[in-house]
């Protein structure tokens, strides 16, 4: 064991040269990934060269390092965010007391699964776009697939590390099953429902990338808030990536949008699609969907387990040490519209209990913010439709509104009205053909597919022409 | 939350009407699909049923079943329990309706929740149809509690689904219907496995599952339905239909209900004197001759029984002291019970159905007096009834016209809990006695009856009213709670069992545990739940 360099290996800055019980768990778990990789990562593209950003350290510009790198030779590594000197715990019955630098064994088995969930998700999306590379729209694109793909990889790493740094063998046998479940799989599927629906398209993964990844970062928000250092310091530095893939999402259905708009004024009828487009009023069938799915993932408006969590401190609300001054959320109470009786009525839960609903609206904010850049870009390209975000009550299937026949503005509706028009509301299988029909590679450099606006500029300083993604060298 | 003071419990219904439950017959095969409605809790508006959570509504309907499908579908050889939605099978008894229920309710609640389960494995062990646990999703607390009355347990393996007792970790109470129980006597899971399992609240998924016995197999989930079909298949195959089996349709009892405090059956009429605490229930002999379907007395009157047994556990607190009596033709009885013997598959399954109510009775937490008079029926199965009693009193009468007469049932037909009839659990002392009693063979006056410790006392005509009245007033005056806790004692003396560990320690602990400020107090674990604070415990322990 002592002859292996553990840092060059795997980049890290919890002293895994030293650490024998992180060494004995990864020796076993970092083989299972990398098979894990080679079957379920990118396919076709293993050993083509890429140019990914690798983090090797914390420092600035450590976390950020470009190069050409075949996939499963990315440097995966482990990092925490550095120590807040006297850090408190934020939130909840133990706030103000110093943070836990192990686990409290009240909390292990709650702990355990918090991470278990998050850390699914990670492996997921990359199970889930294992095959989009076959369909990018330019080298640009399929680069930044693979970035998120490999970035997701090291966030699966980094909450394998807690797994197995603090759980002990229930860690060890926790980090095995995330590489043993499948997103989509009937008989091993991922936990969460939005991470077994399939992504068989760029409209798709830039909506997921967009608003998916985005409950990623409230998720990760609220646990960076936990008082539990280790995980706390994890998620900071799993923040500061997460932020490119929300760029991807976003800035890839903006240009999708822009490119729908351009398309429409060139056409003689306004169409886009007679022009090989994808028409803004179906892009907005993808944002629904997404949206939808995507805030499904935080949880019932009244939870009782959110309200554990909150109380134990070991999540807490989105920037609960900036933004709030009272932490204990107690004797406060959260008005929520609920359905009673089949009427829209409302009614008020304690703020504990409303905790996901809390993290949800903080989650709707930020993409509110997106959408209204969204709709900026659409003016500029002299388009007047404009794209809206669903009520949150909208199409979803967990929590006090699920399955009930509200519109996407928020209204109850009778159900023959609602099933009437929801194909109008969401992709249609026709929709989805049309789309996946417009997929095809754009393999030379600088080239956009037809239906997709290219880019303002290049990754790092490199322009547009730049061969993101290489081919093997024969 | 406030303690709800909740409406009368009516614990008749019928496929038809099952709210929560889906009874589906193929053959030999029955599926009992859990699909309880959020909304269709027994308290509208107080709590919602959330992720397949019952509460004594929903056990209800499960007994019903249980029940016809014993009588009704004799032809089904193997039940499969399963659950209506996806990802989850059954989250146990719900914590909101348990948070605001009243001790006695949650005490009631647990009692009629066991005895469904300790049904479900009789029907089973008496050669009924094998019960099968289809875990389609998680089984937690009560859930996976239900499926350990099952036979076999399956669980779905799809990386997610496990079976879990969090009931210690989470709300500070135990896995009292059964649960403690049956994972070490009848799982035969090591008891330090058990420890792990009871303080995890999460469980374990399939693998551990099943590697420490929790389940019997896992399957796939795309070889789910194919499996369990098969394992159904051959369950019922190996389990042949009894000889003579025909279907007996249960009819609807419905008594009628006087001034809210007096019941009245075909046989069995029960009046409630609150005042006095005492309910006095009479049950007449049979009047017309044996036959083969529900309106035969066998079946009618022990159903009536059963029924107001249930009806004075729940709706009649105050009740403390049951009173029993039995009217009418001796012979009439005795030809009942012999037409039993004659009638094959259907006689037994009344056989056993008797002894299920008696032991329904034994379980009761009231006060049980027998009134031996003259022109009583406590004779052959009825007689049951007065050996159950905490006390009887028979009167000697100057005629020598009050008589009893103890029958080979007697015998073995009716054990209780803990497997001893009720003569040998009555002579601990003395094994050879219920072989003389049972040898007598002739009907035993007040005399006889002392003579061979039948009966508690045998005052004469002079006596007798001035007796039995202060015995029922005395008994009405002392501590309900020291006099279920003495009566529960003296019942069930013997070797323990399974049922009896259910019934007595586990039961005796939980309940110890539901009136801990721990529990129930203003911060206790189970007021707590659900609530935005955590629960704070008393650490001390003796």
Redesign the interface.
Do not use: I, V
């Given at each position: 064991m002592a002859d292996i360099d553990y840092q060059s290996l795997i980049p890290n800055n919890v002293n895994l040269d030293s650490d024998k019980r992180l060494q004995r768990a990864l020796e076993k778990w970092q083989p299972a990934y990398l098979d894990w990789w080679n079957q379920m990562g990118p396919e076709s593209f293993q050993l083509h060269d890429v140019y990914l950003r690798t983090a090797v350290s914390t420092e600035p510009g450590g976390w950020a390092q470009f190069g050409y790198v075949k996939m499963p030779e990315y440097r995966w590594g482990i990092f925490l965010d550095d120590k807040v000197a006297d850090r408190r715990i934020p939130c909840g019955d133990h706030a103000g007391e110093p943070v836990w630098q192990e686990v409290p064994g009240e909390y292990r088995n709650v702990l355990r699964r918090i991470i278990v969930t998050q850390a699914d998700t990670e492996p997921a999306s990359v199970e889930q776009q294992r095959w989009l590379g076959m369909t990018a729209p330019s080298l640009y694109d399929m680069r930044n697939l693979f970035q998120v793909n490999v970035e997701e990889g090291r966030h699966l790493w980094a909450m394998v590390y807690l797994l197995h740094a603090y759980f002990g063998k229930d860690g060890r046998d926790e980090a095995d099953d995330l590489l043993a479940r499948r997103a989509g799989d009937a008989d091993k599927p991922r936990i969460l429902d939005a991470f077994n629906q399939p992504c068989p398209d760029w409209l798709t993964f830039f909506c997921f990338t967009c608003f998916t990844d985005r409950d990623g970062k409230y998720q990760l928000g609220a646990l960076a808030e936990s008082g539990f250092d280790p995980l706390s310091r994890t998620c900071r530095f799993m923040l500061t990536e997460e932020a490119h893939h929300l760029f991807v999402g976003e800035t890839g259905v903006e240009r999708i949008l822009r490119r729908g708009a351009q398309l429409a004024k060139l056409d003689r009828n306004g169409d886009a699609r007679a022009q090989g487009g994808v028409p803004v009023a179906m892009t907005q069938k993808w944002i629904n969907y997404w949206f939808c799915y995507s805030i499904d993932l935080f949880g019932s408006e009244i939870s009782t387990n959110a309200a554990d969590f909150f109380a134990a401190g070991l999540k807490g609300r989105w920037a609960e040490a900036k933004d709030y001054d009272e932490h204990t959320a107690l004797n406060q109470w959260h008005r929520l519209a609920t359905v009673e009786n089949g009427k829209l009525t409302s009614k008020e839960v304690p703020l504990r209990n409303a905790m996901n609903e809390m993290l949800r609206q903080s989650y709707i904010k930020d993409a509110e913010r997106v959408v209204k850049r969204w709709n900026q870009a659409l003016e500029e390209e002299g388009s007047s439709e404009r794209i809206t975000l669903p009520d949150s009550r909208f199409f979803r299937r967990q929590g006090i509104y699920a399955n009930l026949p509200f519109g996407p503005d928020g209204q109850l509706l009778a159900q023959d009205e609602y099933d009437r028009n929801i194909g109008n509301w969401l992709p249609s299988a026709e929709d989805r053909a049309y789309v996946t029909s417009l997929m095809h590679r754009v393999q030379e450099p600088g080239k956009m597919a037809n239906w997709i606006a290219a880019p303002k500029k290049g990754i790092h300083g490199n322009s547009m022409d730049f061969e993101y993604v290489k081919p093997p060298q024969a | 939350m406030a303690e709800i003071a909740y409406p009368a419990v009516n614990f008749e219904t019928h496929p038809d009407r099952y709210r929560h439950w889906k009874l589906d017959v193929q053959g030999a095969i029955a599926t009992l699909t859990m699909r309880v409605q959020e909304d269709g809790g027994m308290w509208p508006g107080k709590y919602e049923l959330k992720l397949n959570s019952y509460d004594l509504g929903v056990d209800v309907e499960l007994a019903d079943a249980v029940q016809r499908l014993r009588f009704e579908h004799p032809q089904v050889r193997c039940v499969v329990v399963t659950g209506g939605y996806d990802k989850v099978f059954c989250a146990g008894a719900n914590i909101r309706m348990l948070a605001q229920s009243s001790h006695a309710f949650k005490v009631n609640f647990c009692k009629f929740t066991n005895e469904t389960r300790c049904g479900i494995e009789e029907a089973t062990d008496s050669g009924g149809a094998v019960y099968v646990a289809a875990l389609n999703g998680t089984a937690s607390g009560g859930g996976y509690e239900l499926a350990m009355c099952c036979k076999e347990i399956y669980l779905i393996?799809?990386?997610?689904s496990a079976v879990s007792l969090p009931e210690v970790?989470l709300l500070g109470v135990l896995p009292g219907t059964g649960g403690l129980t049956r994972l070490t006597d009848k799982r035969k899971v090591r008891r330090d496995m058990a420890d792990v399992f009871c303080t995890?609240?999460?469980g374990f998924k399939a693998r551990d599952a099943v590697k420490y016995r929790f389940v019997d197999a896992s399957f796939?989930?795309?070889?789910w339905q194919a499996s369990l079909d098969a394992r159904a298949q051959a369950v019922a195959g190996a389990n042949p239909m009894p000889e003579g089996a025909f279907s007996v349709v249960l009819e609807p009892l419905a008594p009628s209900e006087v001034a809210g405090n007096h019941l009245e059956y075909r046989y069995v009429t029960v009046k409630v004197d609150n005042e006095a605490r005492v309910a006095h229930l009479t049950i007449k002999a049979p009047d017309t001759a044996p036959c083969a379907d529900s309106s035969t007395w066998a079946l009618r009157a022990w159903r009536e029984l059963d029924d107001a047994l249930l009806r004075l556990r729940v709706n009649h607190l105050d009740i403390g002291l049951l009173v029993v009596k039995a009217e009418g033709d001796r012979h009439k009885v005795l030809e009942a019970d012999a037409a039993l013997e004659t009638q094959g598959w259907f006689g037994r399954e009344v056989q056993l159905f008797q002894a299920r109510v008696l032991r329904r009775l034994d379980n009761m937490a009231k006060t049980i007096f027998a009134l031996v008079e003259p022109g009583n029926a406590f004779s052959g199965s009825l007689f049951e009834i007065v050996l159950a009693a905490d006390r009887s009193y028979m009167l000697a009468d100057d005629d020598g016209i009050n008589k009893v007469f103890v029958s080979k049932v007697s015998g073995g037909l009716f054990p209780m809990h803990s497997g001893l009839t009720r003569l040998q659990s009555r002579f601990p002392g003395a094994p050879g006695q219920p072989a003389k009693v049972l040898a007598v063979g002739a009907t035993i006056d007040a005399e006889g009856a002392e003579e061979l410790e039948l009966v508690t006392m045998t005052p004469d005509e002079i006596d007798y009213e001035d007796e039995v009245r202060i015995a029922i007033e005395e008994r009405a005056s002392l501590s309900p709670d020291a006099l279920t806790g003495m009566e529960q004692n003296l019942r069930f003396g013997g070797p323990e069992t399974m049922d009896n560990k259910i019934y007595g320690r586990l039961t005796a602990w939980q309940n110890w545990i539901f009136q801990r400020p721990n529990a129930v107090g203003e911060r206790g674990a189970l007021k707590m739940?659900?609530?935005?604070?955590?629960p704070v415990f008393d650490y001390k322990r003796t």
């Open positions: - | 393996d799809d990386g997610n970790p995890k609240a999460e796939a989930r795309s070889k739940f659900g609530a935005p604070e955590r």
